[in-house]
């Protein structure tokens, strides 16, 4: 494992030679894992079509890479240490070894309930290591995994099921979540009302309640364990096969099946794991997400184990028992790697420091952070009360669509800056473009991000709608991959991520970031959490809304509403002074800790007839509230 670049100077030699070699520089690097055959073409791509072809006529099995090829140096090394929800039952851990053996038998079992290579298998169970082991079962055995976070839905995961025709669904009674328990087997039963292509579903136990089996569809996991020997070979993979399906919500229509594949996908996880982190032999690694979405696919599952680290899995939420549960588990496991989003450190930057100093959380190494922008207040505490000033800050952007880290710090490398994700990795070629479809050269500028050039885990297409794909990422600029996100590039070459750019808001001809005024706001002591959206305005064209969440109620809302736009004028400028500003006790929230700002705009335009699909919200009360108390 020698391509990891381990200074500046290293990574601007590696990030030239990945850009104006890319396929050697991407083939050096592939040369480090285990094919069963060597590819002969390293990359074909068109994003008129769009077309992108990695490492063709390469074979392998991606389960090869994450367990066979670490047995020899590292069968008892510990591959898996599963935190339960309750901090007073045991943790588990799994060894390479064990892992391995685990997920050859429910590679059988799998085969055993008519399961073949090709066949997409939903997975639908709370964060338990059979979660993982049955991600890697079904790539063992070349079967399409798609993983719906287990709070979704019954129709959510209905509509996930049947796009991708699913045979089989993996499940579990049901799965704790802090002080709740919540019945995934029944909202299966009730998804599988309107799923015709599910023959089988096979059912783990975790909680214990009871539920009810249908006959002939229904199995118990540990009865089929009880059944399957754990000698199972891995199917042989083409590196352009599908290794899974993971939805993710677009600005509009339905949610969008996006395809990864089996070699790039391998390749670039394990190389952006290795660089961003710095990975050293023998860390503990800890990523808080759920393997519900690409943050857990990329970095819980497939970005460790071929990396051959030892990955932390929690079962349980930031506030439970209390809101010192991430560190407890910190000081407990000694994490050296921590990675969790901005949305968390916010939360727990609202509760009381005792919660983080009676902890020792002097194991940790390298902070992390994903999924949104990270607004300069909590990235400052972050720093401040959990890395005491010692470990760099790694802000990773990226998307499901991406794969992997696409703009992020490497650590101890690359200088960091609050709020910034600063450079490209090696091999990522960004382009920001202007309104007009151009690409800006220099530095100081702002547009919408797009990249420019194929890297090896990029999704392929929209599962079966190809047309869709091309619209959504490669229509707006043609020839280029839209992210559709705004970005900052500062005088240093440094990017800073400014949202998605159908939230940027244009009052009077002035181009405003939401996150930017949000940061902004959250600069006062006593505002936690803050949304800004725009809504249309008779003179400006749009105008700004500010939803903000206090630490304790204000004496005066006048007062400081007051003091919130003296502080914007004196931050941005008074351009981007808020019109609105509702105190509210919450933020309509994702379930992956996302603001849903479409529901806020609605209000804010006092267009509440149809406020649209509510249900994926973490707490569709708060929207009510919010209403209520409506400017
Ligand atoms: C990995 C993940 C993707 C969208 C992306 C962007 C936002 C993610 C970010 C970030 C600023 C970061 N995003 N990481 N924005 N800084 N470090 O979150 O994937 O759920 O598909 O979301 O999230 O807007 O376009 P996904």
């Not at 959380?361 to 949104?372: A, D, I, P, Q």
């Not at 440094?494 to 808001?505: K, S």
Request: glycine share 8%; with cysteine; net charge negative.
């Amino acid at each position: 494992m020698s391509k990891i670049v381990t200074s500046f100077s290293e990574y601007q030699d590696a990030y030239k030679q990945s850009v104006e070699n890319p396929e050697q520089f991407w083939s050096a690097i592939a040369e480090e894992f285990t094919w069963r055959r060597k590819w002969d073409k390293t990359l074909e791509w068109d994003f008129n079509k769009p077309e992108v072809k990695w490492f063709q006529g390469g074979k392998l099995n991606i389960t090869e890479n994450c367990l066979d090829r670490h047995l020899p140096e590292r069968a008892n090394q510990t591959a898996i240490i599963w935190e339960p929800n309750d901090p007073n039952d045991a943790t588990v851990k799994l060894t390479y070894q064990e892992l391995f053996d685990k997920v050859c038998q429910f590679a059988n079992v799998l085969k055993n309930n008519g399961a073949k290579k090709g066949d997409r298998i939903c997975i639908y169970m709370p964060m338990v290591p059979e979660l993982a082991i049955a991600v890697l079962a079904c790539a063992r055995i070349g079967a399409v995994h798609s993983v719906v976070f287990a709070g979704f839905s019954s129709s959510s995961l209905a509509g996930r099921i049947n796009d991708a025709s699913c045979n089989i669904v993996l499940t579990s009674d049901g799965g704790f979540r802090g002080g709740k328990t919540i019945g995934l087997k029944s909202i299966v039963d009730e998804a599988l009302e309107q799923c015709p292509s599910v023959e089988k579903s096979i059912v783990l136990q975790r909680t214990g309640e009871e539920v009810s089996m249908k006959e002939g569809r229904d199995v118990w996991w540990h009865d089929e364990l009880a059944k399957a020997s754990n000698n199972c070979p891995a199917e042989e993979m083409d590196a352009e096969d599908l290794l899974f399906i993971l939805y993710t919500s677009g600005s509009t229509g339905k949610p969008k099946g996006m395809v990864h594949t089996c070699g790039g996908y391998m390749v670039y996880t394990n190389y952006t794991f290795r660089t961003a982190f710095q990975y050293k032999e023998q860390e503990i690694y800890w990523c808080t997400a759920d393997v519900g979405w690409i943050t857990g696919h990329s970095y819980i599952v497939y970005g460790p184990l071929s990396t051959g680290a030892t990955t932390l899995m929690f079962e349980g939420v930031p506030s439970y028992p209390d809101m010192g549960r991430f560190w407890h588990v910190v000081e407990k496991h000694k994490v050296n790697i921590f990675y969790t989003a901005p949305t968390a450190i916010r939360a727990l930057e609202k509760a009381d420091l005792s919660f983080v100093n009676k902890y020792d959380l002097s194991s940790l190494r390298v902070l992390g952070t994903v999924g949104e922008p990270i607004n300069e207040e909590a990235w400052h505490w972050y720093d401040e009360h959990i890395g005491k000033g010692n470990c760099p800050i790694i802000d990773t952007w990226w998307q499901t669509e991406t794969g992997g880290f696409m703009i992020s710090p490497i650590a101890d490398v690359t200088k960091t800056k609050p709020a910034f994700a600063t450079l490209p990795l090696p091999g990522i070629q960004p382009a920001v473009m202007d309104a007009d479809g151009k690409e800006l050269d220099g530095n100081g500028l702002e547009g919408r991000l797009c990249v420019k050039f194929p890297w090896p885990s990029m999704a392929r297409t929209i599962y079966g709608d190809h047309e869709r794909f091309k619209n959504t990422y490669f229509s707006t600029f043609p020839g280029k991959y839209f992210t559709g996100d705004g970005c900052k590039r500062d005088e240093d070459g440094y990017y800073r991520i400014t949202g998605r750019v159908d939230d940027v808001i244009i009052v009077s001809g002035h181009n405003l970031g939401t996150a930017e005024i949000e940061n902004a706001i959250d600069e006062h002591e006593n505002v936690c959490e803050t949304a800004v959206v725009g809504y249309p305005h008779d003179i400006k064209g749009s105008s700004i809304y500010a939803y903000v969440t206090c630490y304790h109620d204000p004496e005066n809302d006048d007062t400081l509403r007051k003091e919130i736009l003296d502080l914007v004028s004196r931050t941005i400028g008074p351009i981007a002074k808020p019109e609105k500003i509702q105190f509210v006790s919450g933020l309509p929230k994702t379930r992956s800790g996302k603001i849903m700002r479409r529901i806020l705009r609605k209000i804010a335009e006092k267009d509440t007839s149809n406020l649209g699909d509510t249900s994926t919200l973490l707490d569709p009360g708060v929207v009510e509230d919010i209403m209520q108390g409506v400017l």
